[in-house]
């Protein structure tokens, strides 16, 4: 029989180049391919070669974390030190976003990228920035109008840049300016009609300076040139007709409101009605909306007829109305989902009265109390919730104050039922991510209890609503327990909450 040698295993070959995990090691250290790679061991004393054992690779992830720290703490340390240098390599193109680390200058370096393709907008941001560095508080991120919260645009460095993409329009050089004031706001007010105004510009049409650079931005932009050359705002491209007599109004409206507040606080006014009236239609959806103008008004004129009608009712009877007459909405009818109009798309505000409107809107409540909804969840706003205690355990006085979100059509239901307000019919504008719904509940040594249900706008990340049982309105107390949320959650208070 033949003899047979034992039978060798044939060799592993082992594959050119580095395995996934190898790759994926590379990229974590910031790197861009192995010959970095190399590059970066000789560099800092580490072998060069490809296999390496997990805890190795462990050492060198943790030096490359440590480098980019202490790196990040030199460069804040520089740009303290002398933060003119550091904007002039900014402005140079020698520093982008992720080169530097306090907010503001990175907010500097996104305008800079946003207008890279507009030789001339670039140009004159440069001069801008130039000049507000010199002995101005301009150069900052934080957000400047509270209604747009945190949403893009509001910053004074993104107004300087809005500024800046209209300069072909200026009246006068901006070397020429000085600011006379060291309050922000000021400053970036008295630059804003240096460069546009030939005539007053009211102080609420700086907010155009806020939205960005999208097609309403724009608009409102337009708006303060256009009155700035002297023009009537009948004249400009407004979402709704103007009278003489709104226009007149338009121009008398408070300081703090915005552009498109200030709209509807003309008209409001011009049609009769008061102050009073103007901030709680303002608290609502139709404070910045001019959809279906033609039928909205007929409702304002409704409002301002019955002066007696408490202002607290306003904001029910919008959402109620805004439901009957145009809100589709989706329904379970036999176990399928579907997709009805609205109730009354013929809605008029002829013949009714008051009381009759305010039956209509507590059986509207009723209602959706007894409705079989979906039972859709979302996914959470992102935003964090809020608990402050206050009083002594071992007293009568002992509160624990609770804001919490509201992720699921069934919990927006048993808020309303609970609350008797119409909050079940923002589930479609949570789902989409619009909105998102909280409740104020307090805990007492008798129980827990509901206290607010609260509307957050999620991308401007702004309180928008704020309401009690029966829509009652929130009291001093409720709403410095808002501000301490929004202190600690970035949320801005509306003016008109």
Same mark, same amino acid.
Request: glycine share 8%; charged share 25%; with cysteine.
């Given at each position: 029989?033949?003899?047979?040698?034992?039978?060798?295993?044939?060799?592993?070959?082992?594959?050119?180049?580095?395995?996934?995990?190898?790759?994926?090691?590379?990229?974590?250290?910031?790197?861009?391919?192995?010959?970095?790679?190399?590059?970066?061991?000789?560099?800092?004393?580490?072998?060069?070669?490809?296999?390496?054992?997990?805890?190795?690779?462990?050492?060198?992830?943790?030096?490359?974390?440590?480098?980019?720290?202490?790196?990040?703490?030199?460069?804040?340390?520089?740009?303290?030190?002398?933060?003119?240098?550091?904007?002039?390599?900014?402005?140079?193109?020698?520093?982008?976003?992720?080169?530097?680390?306090?907010?503001?200058?990175?907010?500097?370096?996104?305008?800079?990228?946003?207008?890279?393709?507009?030789?001339?907008?670039?140009?004159?941001?440069?001069?801008?920035?130039?000049?507000?560095?010199?002995?101005?508080?301009?150069?900052?991120?934080?957000?400047?109008?509270?209604?747009?919260?945190?949403?893009?645009?509001?910053?004074?460095?993104?107004?300087?840049?809005?500024?800046?993409?209209?300069?072909?329009?200026?009246?006068?050089?901006?070397?020429?300016?000085?600011?006379?004031?060291? %309050? #922000? @706001?000021?400053?970036? $007010?008295? =630059?804003?009609?240096? +460069?546009?105004?030939?005539?007053?510009?009211?102080? /609420?049409?700086?907010?155009?300076?806020?939205?960005?650079?999208?097609?309403?931005?724009?608009?409102?932009?337009?708006?303060?040139?256009?009155?700035?050359?002297?023009?009537?705002?009948?004249?400009?491209?407004?979402?709704?007709?103007?009278?003489?007599?709104?226009?007149?109004?338009?121009?008398?409206?408070?300081?703090?409101?915005?552009?498109?507040?200030?709209?509807?606080?003309?008209?409001?006014?011009?049609?009769?009605? %008061? #102050? @009073?009236?103007?901030? $709680?239609? =303002?608290?609502?959806? +139709?404070?910045?909306?001019?959809?279906?103008?033609? /039928?909205?008004?007929?409702?304002?004129?409704?409002?301002?007829?019955?002066?007696?009608?408490?202002?607290?009712?306003?904001?029910?009877?919008?959402?109620?109305?805004?439901?009957?007459?145009?809100?589709?909405?989706?329904?379970?009818?036999?176990?399928?989902?579907?997709?009805?109009?609205?109730?009354?798309?013929?809605?008029?505000?002829?013949?009714?009265?008051?009381?009759?409107?305010?039956?209509?809107?507590?059986?509207?409540?009723?209602?959706?109390?007894?409705?079989?909804?979906?039972?859709?969840?979302?996914?959470?706003?992102?935003?964090?919730? /809020?608990?402050?205690?206050?009083?002594?355990?071992?007293?009568?006085?002992?509160?624990?104050?609770?804001?919490?979100?509201?992720?699921?059509?069934?919990?927006?239901?048993?808020?309303?039922?609970?609350?008797?307000?119409?909050?079940?019919?923002?589930?479609?504008?949570?789902?989409?991510?619009?909105?998102?719904?909280?409740?104020?509940?307090?805990?007492?040594?008798?129980?827990?209890?509901?206290?607010?249900?609260?509307?957050?706008?999620?991308?401007?990340?702004?309180?928008?609503?704020?309401?009690?049982?029966?829509?009652?309105?929130?009291?001093?107390?409720?709403?410095?327990?808002?501000?301490?949320?929004?202190?600690?959650?970035?949320?801005?208070?509306?003016?008109?909450?």
């Amino acid at each position: 029989m033949a003899r047979f040698d034992s039978i060798r295993k044939p060799k592993k070959v082992r594959a050119e180049g580095p395995d996934p995990g190898m790759l994926s090691h590379i990229r974590s250290l910031g790197l861009n391919g192995v010959d970095d790679y190399f590059d970066w061991c000789s560099r800092h004393g580490f072998g060069r070669q490809i296999d390496k054992h997990w805890r190795q690779r462990a050492k060198e992830r943790s030096f490359s974390q440590r480098e980019i720290a202490a790196a990040r703490v030199a460069q804040k340390k520089q740009e303290r030190k002398n933060p003119q240098r550091i904007l002039d390599k900014i402005i140079g193109g020698e520093l982008t976003g992720d080169s530097v680390t306090q907010p503001h200058l990175q907010a500097i370096c996104r305008a800079f990228a946003s207008v890279s393709s507009d030789r001339k907008a670039r140009f004159a941001f440069r001069e801008v920035l130039c000049r507000a560095s010199a002995d101005t508080e301009l150069l900052s991120s934080q957000p400047v109008i509270a209604e747009f919260g945190h949403q893009a645009g509001n910053s004074f460095i993104d107004g300087l840049l809005a500024l800046s993409r209209h300069f072909r329009a200026k009246v006068r050089p901006l070397d020429d300016w000085q600011p006379q004031s060291h %309050n #922000a @706001r000021r400053q970036f $007010a008295s =630059l804003a009609r240096h +460069l546009f105004a030939e005539w007053p510009v009211p102080p /609420f049409l700086d907010s155009a300076w806020f939205l960005g650079d999208g097609p309403e931005a724009q608009r409102q932009q337009a708006w303060f040139l256009h009155i700035g050359r002297g023009e009537n705002i009948r004249t400009a491209d407004l979402p709704i007709p103007y009278t003489k007599r709104m226009a007149h109004e338009f121009m008398q409206a408070p300081v703090e409101l915005t552009a498109q507040a200030a709209l509807r606080w003309g008209q409001i006014h011009a049609l009769g009605g %008061n #102050a @009073r009236l103007a901030k $709680a239609v =303002l608290g609502t959806w +139709l404070g910045t909306n001019f959809t279906h103008n033609d /039928f909205w008004t007929t409702v304002l004129q409704f409002l301002i007829a019955n002066p007696l009608l408490d202002v607290a009712h306003v904001g029910p009877i919008i959402d109620f109305i805004q439901h009957q007459k145009f809100a589709s909405e989706e329904v379970v009818v036999n176990g399928v989902r579907e997709l009805i109009g609205p109730p009354q798309p013929n809605f008029t505000m002829k013949g009714r009265t008051p009381d009759s409107l305010l039956r209509q809107v507590r059986a509207w409540h009723r209602t959706l109390a007894r409705v079989q909804v979906p039972r859709d969840q979302w996914q959470p706003s992102g935003i964090a919730g /809020f608990q402050f205690e206050e009083g002594s355990a071992k007293s009568a006085n002992h509160k624990i104050w609770t804001i919490r979100e509201l992720t699921s059509s069934r919990a927006l239901l048993d808020e309303g039922r609970a609350m008797k307000h119409c909050v079940g019919s923002y589930a479609s504008s949570c789902a989409r991510g619009n909105s998102s719904i909280w409740t104020l509940e307090v805990e007492l040594p008798l129980g827990q209890f509901r206290v607010l249900t609260i509307e957050v706008q999620t991308h401007s990340r702004l309180i928008v609503q704020a309401r009690g049982k029966c829509n009652a309105l929130p009291t001093e107390k409720h709403l410095s327990l808002l501000r301490r949320w929004g202190e600690q959650a970035a949320l801005t208070l509306g003016r008109h909450v």
